[in-house]
């Protein structure tokens, strides 16, 4: 699969588990276990694949200022979402009304972050690495995400 097409699906997987743990109730503590437990797996996954494969080539192909602006600016949002928001929810009562408020953090901060990358960085990508280059780092990705997410990815 293309580099920034995997990036795109694990966006959209992202999206959809927190979007059911934001409708959650504290009732269903443990439908909120089950799905946080999803979304740090693919949260790890996708940050790993990102700083290991992708953002390196992205910043070797990248000439200007602000090739480099968007590299930094990525990876301080994911040390923001993977580093102290997530910790913080996952040491969170599930069935308590702060988990409630501790998830929509987390996710409106990975709305934010899959944004910018969507309409910033993946425009600019696709002008950086030609389709070749795409495809060849889409295949490492993969395999390294499966790596991550076991036989299951």
């Given amino acids: 699969m ?7 699906n694990d966006h959209k997987i992202l999206r959809g588990l927190l979007g059911k743990l934001e409708k959650s109730t504290p009732k269903a503590a443990a439908t909120r276990t089950k799905l946080l ?3 740090k797996a693919n ?3 996708h940050t790993t694949i ?3 494969i992708f953002y390196p080539a992205f ?4 000439k200007k200022g602000d090739d ?3 590299y930094f600016e990525a990876l301080e949002e994911h040390r923001a979402a993977g580093d102290l928001v997530l910790p913080d929810l996952l040491a969170t009562d599930p069935a308590s009304e702060q988990f409630g408020g501790r998830a929509k953090v987390l996710k409106e901060m990975i709305e ?8 910033e960085m993946f425009p600019r990508a696709r002008k950086l690495l030609d389709l070749a280059a795409r495809k060849s780092l889409g295949a490492q990705m ?3 995400r499966k790596e991550l997410l076991g036989r299951n990815a």
């Fill in 2 to 8: 293309e580099a920034i097409a995997l990036l795109v």
């Fill in 37 to 39: 437990a999803s979304i």
């Fill in 43 to 45: 949260i790890e996954a």
């Fill in 50 to 52: 990102e700083e290991e």
């Fill in 59 to 62: 910043q070797e192909a990248g």
């Fill in 68 to 70: 480099d602006k968007m």
């Fill in 112 to 119: 934010h972050h899959a944004g910018e990358e969507e309409k």
């Fill in 142 to 144: 993969e395999k390294r």
